[in-house]
């Protein structure tokens, strides 16, 4: 069964710098991979989406990359603001309809 | 705007009671989804349909039922069978393509039930 990581679990950065949250799968036969990124006690909004024929997605100050090969995506937010503050979770698409979440990296981003 | 409805957002219920969580869509989306989500864990599926009229169980539909007789709606009951049900709901939608199913998922803003 795929088994979708995202390491940390938490991270705080000063406003302005740029970071890369990581997203690790256990199965590289996938469909796709979608960010998203969630508000407390919210529903999910998506970010990017990346097919399995494709490197990367680009939005704005955001960008997703993927290598199914190495089982691993990487988000990269360029010059952080603290409204970027919220949990950004990864899910992978292996089928119809089977998409697998992983837990999540609560990010915070100081003033 | 298009976009997902999910009600309502808060629900209390006693031990015993069903109750009934509203998803609407119109989004033109012909998939539809239930999602669980508890603190510390990934979303976990409950149901999705594809179709008006057909539903699948997805990993824990145990406790649960659907119904989707309208494109833009698929309602979620939460039995009294189910032994957990406080948590966090999520309605999610997406375009089909093709056979893999590839499209989007968008999601609703979520209903949080808490069982007294």
């Known amino acids: 069964k795929q088994e979708v990581t995202q390491i940390p679990a938490a991270l705080s950065v000063p406003e302005g710098e740029n970071l890369v949250l990581n997203c690790s799968f256990t199965?590289?036969?996938?469909?796709?991979l979608q960010w998203f990124r969630q508000d407390p006690g919210k529903g999910l909004t998506s970010l990017l989406l990346?097919?399995?024929?494709?490197r990367e997605q680009t939005s704005g100050r955001l960008n997703a990359s993927l290598d199914k090969s190495s089982g691993r995506s990487t988000l990269y937010i360029a010059a952080s603001q603290p409204g970027d503050s919220a949990t950004y979770l990864c899910?992978?698409?292996?089928?119809?309809?089977?998409?697998?979440f992983g837990t999540g990296t609560r990010l915070t981003v100081i003033p | 705007d298009g976009g997902i409805t999910q009600s309502p957002k808060y629900l209390f219920r006693k031990e015993g009671q069903n109750v009934t969580l509203s998803c609407e869509q119109n989004?033109?989306?012909?998939?539809m989804y239930w999602y669980r989500q508890d603190p510390g864990q990934g979303l976990r599926l409950i149901y999705y349909s594809q179709i008006v009229n057909d539903f699948q169980k997805g990993d824990i539909a145990e406790g649960y039922s659907v119904s989707r007789e309208k494109k833009e709606s698929f309602p979620l009951t939460v039995t009294s069978a189910q032994k957990n049900p406080t948590a966090f709901y999520l309605c999610?939608?997406?375009?089909?393509?093709?056979?893999?199913?590839?499209?989007?998922?968008?999601f609703g803003e979520g209903s949080r039930l808490t069982v007294l």
């Open positions: 989004l033109n989306h012909d998939a």
């Open positions: 899910a992978v698409g292996t089928g119809a309809n089977n998409l697998f």
């Open positions: 999610a939608s997406r375009r089909i393509q093709g056979t893999s199913n590839t499209g989007e998922l968008f």
């Open positions: 199965d590289s036969a996938i469909y796709n």
């Open positions: 990346i097919q399995s024929s494709q």
